[in-house]
């Protein structure tokens, strides 16, 4: 997609901290840190969210899923949290499925 930042990480056009980089996902340090880490997992496919990722190919959805433990082990995280937001309501705002990475610090309960 054209208009996509991720996608343009991806290429390559745009540079990110990439701290992971697969067939099937990369894995950069987030701009606007939530907390001490705050990794995002892509896909290198364009899909809209994580919903769409794992309907059209569960299979690189599952890479995603599984790269988000990889990051949080590389930087020495034992408890974290993963998390897909799905919709501009739900805060998402880049339009490429992506799972943040978070942890660091305590995360409390309920988010948001």
Not at 69 to 93: I, P, W
Request: hydrophobic content about 45%; glycine content about 8%.
């Amino acid at each position: 997609m054209p208009d996509c930042i991720f996608c343009s990480i991806v290429s390559g056009d745009i540079p990110a901290n990439i701290v992971l980089r697969t067939p099937e996902v990369v894995a950069f340090t987030d701009l606007n840190p939530q907390a001490p880490t705050h990794i995002l997992v892509i896909p290198t496919e364009h899909h809209e969210n994580g919903a769409e990722l794992a309907k059209d190919n569960p299979v690189q959805a599952a890479a995603v899923l599984a790269a988000t433990h990889t990051v949080a082990a590389e930087a020495g995280l034992t408890d974290y949290r993963t998390v897909f937001n799905t919709g501009a309501e739900a805060g998402q705002s880049v339009f490429h499925a992506h799972a943040h990475v978070l942890g660091g610090r305590n995360l409390g309960w309920p988010p948001g």
